[in-house]
């Protein structure tokens, strides 16, 4: 996660946030928008088993699964069309060897950068594919 200044804090102030908090359990969910990023560190069991959490924002310019910006291909890739499937090539998202899609730009004829071979579980990740 790289955070982003904000009226408040600045994004070493957010950073710092967290040094008391090591070794302690967080959650963090898992979203393809940046807007919908909190961490919550109190977390309780109510009086019926179910599980709550009090979440704390945090202005964010990136949020990385894995070293992969995936709300940035989100966006990059959300027009671009599915050429064809096969198996055996590497994810150009996570090098993982498996079933993937190649995505071509629509403006591949004026671009360098026109295709991509994307994995099952990246396609799920990005949004492209359920």
């Known amino acids: 996660m790289k955070f982003a200044d904000d009226s408040y804090f600045t994004k070493e102030d957010s950073a710092a946030f967290f040094r008391p908090l090591i070794g302690k359990p967080v959650a963090i969910p898992i979203s393809n928008n940046r807007s919908d990023?909190?961490?919550?560190?109190?977390?309780?069991?109510?009086d019926f088993g179910e599980f709550k959490v009090i979440p704390m924002p945090f202005a964010t310019a990136t949020v990385e699964f894995n070293g992969i910006d995936y709300p940035h291909w989100h966006d990059k890739m959300k027009t671009?069309?599915?050429?064809?499937?096969?198996?055996g090539e590497p994810c150009w998202l996570c090098n993982e060897i498996g079933d993937y899609a190649t995505y071509q730009s629509p403006d591949w004829s004026r671009s360098n950068d026109w295709s991509y071979d994307i994995c099952c579980t990246c396609e799920r990740r990005l949004a492209l594919a359920w």
């Open 37 to 46: 990023f909190f961490i919550a560190v109190d977390m309780w069991r109510g």
């Open 80 to 87: 671009w069309k599915v050429v064809r499937r096969a198996s």
